[in-house]
């Protein structure tokens, strides 16, 4: 018999205010879940990541928008969609700049940009970003590290 998923649904608006109800509303799902403290922790960093980018660069013009995140709580994984209409960006360029901070740089020549993604793909066990229309990360994280040993690519993209 197939796996069915609990989904919960939130919309949030693009406000930094906002950002605090996706990490509770996650890390309470995660918790239902059976996940370990240190997990819950990593999925709250994810989607506040996740979320402040929206409201950071998908909205920066006008101001003014929604955030969609969809949580799908599954036997062996919680898969967390963050999903807003707002500015996209090339997904690839970004994915490529991924790394951690030289601590060997002066605080004044390091670049911020792309330091949330680094973080999301650090954090979660599988990191998939469309960017169609709007932006759309999908992150999923095993309850048990046997899931994390099936995946093939870590982070991937649709265009």
């Known amino acids: 018999m197939p796996e069915t998923n609990d ?13 605090g109800i996706a990490r509770l509303a ?15 922790e990593d999925i709250k960093v994810a989607v506040s990541e996740a979320c402040t980018n929206a409201v950071s660069h998908g909205y920066k013009k006008n101001g ?9 709580c599954g036997n062996e994984a919680l898969t967390l969609t963050v999903l807003h209409n707002g500015e996209s960006f090339d997904a690839n360029q970004a994915l490529q700049k991924l790394r951690p901070i030289d601590p060997s740089a002066d605080l004044d020549d390091v670049n911020e940009g792309g330091l949330g ?4 793909n650090a954090l979660m066990d599988q990191v998939t970003i469309s960017t169609e229309c709007g ?6 994280k095993f309850v048990t590290r046997d899931g994390v040993e099936r995946i093939a690519n870590k982070v991937s993209t649709t265009e």
């Open 7 to 19: 989904v919960i649904r939130l919309s949030i608006p693009a406000k930094p205010e906002f950002v």
């Open 26 to 40: 996650c890390s309470g799902a995660a918790s239902r879940m059976g996940y370990s403290f240190d997990a819950i």
């Open 64 to 72: 003014i928008g929604q955030i969609q995140i969809i949580m799908e």
């Open 117 to 120: 993604l680094f973080l999301i």
């Open 135 to 140: 932006v759309a990360v999908r992150m999923i």
